[in-house]
């Protein structure tokens, strides 16, 4: 799979998550991950979308989602130029003669024990998608019990901000009656 | 000053000029209707309320203002989405506004509540459903905003009883707050330069005309651009009338049912381009086989049309108004410069092409009659002067090819949604926009039944429309698909001419009927109907049932496969097929 991140800057009014969602059931577009969430600015959320360009246009996407009128602003980012982050929360079997095993994977990928029961352990880890996928292989054989991953992040590296050059969140101009 | 929002709904749709508005009342829309009754705007009670949905596009096709249209909660929500749907996929500026459930009870599966936005998302442009009363003047002054700009579409704006009901301070002008909307600015001069170069250079362009020409009110600029670069133009099912067809650089229509010089001219041409179209399959037919010889300029006003099926290689963003002005003028200095355009034996050939396969068909004296009779009858009784609008079908593909359109705005019909029950409700609404010209309507049997009740909205408004309906008792573009690609298995397709008799029926809803039933009488008839000026006509012509609409490329195979039907010889479809000039 190819995938592409778009960041998009969408109004935070009700029913933008579902013109959003809905143009990529009606237009056939695959997407692997959505994520949303606030953004400083009250009035903005921000999505992260990962596109999986080997079945989807990517140019289309872009074009599609900047037609939604709720869509403020749509910016592609290269993985190289990006830092992309996911967070995922594991729940793991806990076996006797693997524990010291288990804990070492954990500790290998900054991965933290967030709970812990007779036989279970809950893991919580942040890294980039496919670092996330090795950590997830490497805990199959200790018996993955449950899974829950965000959907990924991401943010651009260096000074430039996804706002710079925004048209502004300013009020268009007045009709005339 | 104090109003309910009910009073500034109204209040806000009369200060944006609208004169007319097509609906139905129910309960969540009620407080609307109250207010209604002494506006200066003009309330037309449809009977269904998919014929208020598709009377506002046939009053937007007409006029190129907004139709608005108001229907209640529910049913009569889902009761629009066909229209909705239908606008959409043609560009049509329309205003639908819907009643809703009071917010309170949004989410309880309240009386006659339906998820109106979520429904109608992925078949309007823009929807909002609205939750305060203050918030109603800006959404209606932005639903026609957004209506009317850029590429334009359909607007939904849904609104909860309550909020109809509730009280606030009046003011107007709204501030319009849309700062995600995008228009998109003035074309590309670079890109202009060079799609002027191209077709200075090209020796064998076609100007593949789309809706958009007609949209932007840029037929004139078109004639001026095909008259200097010498082009032959071929106007799409969305576009005729964009470009007379009695120009001598006018190829008629491209695509599954167009003419075979377009189809050929297209297929062979060095350099297509292509204004406000969007390389629809029917007129692409298998898309990696479309004029595969050429170069592709494609000015369109919505970005996302460009490369979303043919990649171009010059690609201009814009308003058509804008852009064929431009374009005209650098290749005006282009000729200026160095010498005219080369492009004569190419129309040359484009003719002979016309003039080898033009669409044919036989009206013998006492054989059955041919819908293509009908339609050329009206086409010469009419001068070409009469707005004309189509069902889906066979029917639809007749007049498309037959009539001699001159002008824009004379043509109405479902392109992109081929909806069936369209002609009669929109019509109505074309001849409400514009009541001084004569609208005719032609419709199938099968299409004419899935909206016949808006005759008696029609006949109460005195409303002078000429329904034809072309009876071959059958759902006829189906039966021709069973006929070709199922060996003639005919499925579900037959109707019955008899069943129901449209002339009692015109006169059971207030209308004229007249039945017409053999080649002879056509032209009495259509006298007839078109010397009644105070209520609809409806005339039963009863056609051919077994006639085709050829040419024909097959769904799914190239437009190199075009097939000219029964009316050519074997020796003639061969010599088409190396798009030889034999006439
Ligand atoms: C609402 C709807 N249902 C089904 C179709 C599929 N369809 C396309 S053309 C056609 C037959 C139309 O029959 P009629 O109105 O008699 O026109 P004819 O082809 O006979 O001229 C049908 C069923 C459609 N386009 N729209
Ligand atoms: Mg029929």
Known sequence: MTAHTLSVLVENKPGVLAHVAGLFSRRAFNISSLSVGPTADPRVSRMTIVVDGASTPVDQVHKQLEKLIRVLKVVELEQDAAVERELALIKVTVRPDLRADLLDVAAAFSATVVDLSADTLVLEAVASPGKLDTLLARLEQHGTCELVRTGLIAIGRGSETITDDMPGHQPMAAVAG | ?583
């Open chain 2, 1 to 583: 000053m104090q109003v309910t929002g009910a009073q500034a709904l109204v209040r806000s749709l009369e200060s944006l000029g609208v004169d007319v508005v097509f609906g139905l009342p129910g309960g969540a829309i009620l407080p609307a209707y109250d207010p209604l009754r002494s506006s200066t705007i003009q309330h037309i009670l449809v009977r269904h309320e998919q014929g208020a949905g598709h009377a506002a596009e046939g009053y937007a096709w007409a006029t190129g203002r907004v139709g608005v249209c108001i229907v209640t909660s529910g049913p009569g929500a889902t009761n629009l989405v066909t229209a909705l749907a239908d606008a959409y996929m043609d560009s049509v500026p329309m205003v639908a506004i819907t009643g809703q459930v009071s917010t309170a009870m949004i989410g309880t599966d309240a009386f006659q509540e339906s998820d109106t936005t979520g429904i109608t998302a992925p078949v309007t442009k823009h929807n909002e459903l609205v939750t305060s009363p203050e918030r109603i003047p800006a959404a209606i002054a932005e639903a026609f905003h957004i209506a009317t700009t850029g590429r334009p579409g359909p607007v939904l704006v849904d609104l909860p009883k309550d909020v109809l009901q509730a009280e606030f301070t009046w003011s107007w002008p709204p501030v319009l707050d849309l700062p995600g909307y995008r228009i998109p600015g003035e074309p590309d001069q670079e890109m202009i330069a060079e799609a002027a170069r191209m077709l200075h250079r090209a020796s064998r362009p076609v100007l593949y005309v789309g809706g958009g020409v007609i949209k932007s009110g840029s037929h004139e600029a078109l004639m001026e651009l095909a008259e200097i670069t010498q082009a032959p133009v071929t106007t799409t099912l969305m576009a005729r009338g964009a470009f007379p067809d009695t120009h001598p650089l006018a190829l008629g229509m491209p695509g599954m049912h167009g003419t075979f010089a377009a189809v050929a001219a297209l297929q062979e041409a060095d350099l297509v381009v292509a204004l406000g179209a969007r390389f629809d399959d029917r007129v692409t037919g298998r898309l990696a086989d479309f004029a595969s010889k050429a170069k592709v300029v494609h000015a369109d006003i919505d970005p996302a049309e460009i490369g979303k099926n043919r990649s171009p290689d010059v690609a201009i963003v814009g308003d058509l108004a804008a852009t064929l002005p431009r374009l005209t003028e650098a290749v005006r200095d282009l000729v200026a410069d160095a010498g005219p355009t080369d492009t004569a034996a190419w129309v040359e050939q484009t003719a002979g092409w016309k003039r080898s396969y033009p669409l044919r068909y036989t009206q013998a004296s006492d054989g059955p009659l041919k819908p293509q009779h009908v339609v050329e009858r009206l086409s010469a009784l009419t001068g070409g002067d009469a707005i004309i609008v189509a069902g889906v079908g066979q029917h639809q593909m007749h007049v498309a090819q037959h009539f001699a359109f001159t002008k824009p705005r004379s043509w109405i019909n479902s392109g992109g949604l081929g909806t069936m029950g369209f002609a009669v409700p929109a019509a109505m609404g074309a001849q409400v926009g514009r009541p001084n010209d004569l609208v005719v309507a032609i419709d199938g049997d099968g299409c004419f039944q899935m909206t016949a009740q808006e005759l008696a909205t029609c006949a109460l408004l005195g409303l002078p429309v000429k329904f034809l309906i072309f009876n071959n008792g059958f759902l006829g573009m189906v039966r021709q698909w069973q006929e070709l690609f199922y060996e003639e298995r005919y499925s579900e397709v037959h109707l019955g001419t008899e069943i129901p008799d449209y002339v009692k029926l015109a006169e059971a809803y207030g209308c004229v009927g007249l039945r017409c039933e053999q080649a002879s009488d056509v032209d009495a008839v259509l006298e007839k109907a078109l010397a009644v000026t105070d209520v609809p006509t409806v005339v039963d012509f009863r056609t051919h049932d077994a006639e085709g609409v050829f040419p024909m490329v097959p769904a799914g195979h190239a437009n190199d496969d075009i097939v000219l039907g029964p009316e050519f010889t074997a020796a003639e479809q061969q010599a088409a097929a190396r798009k030889e000039v034999i006439a």
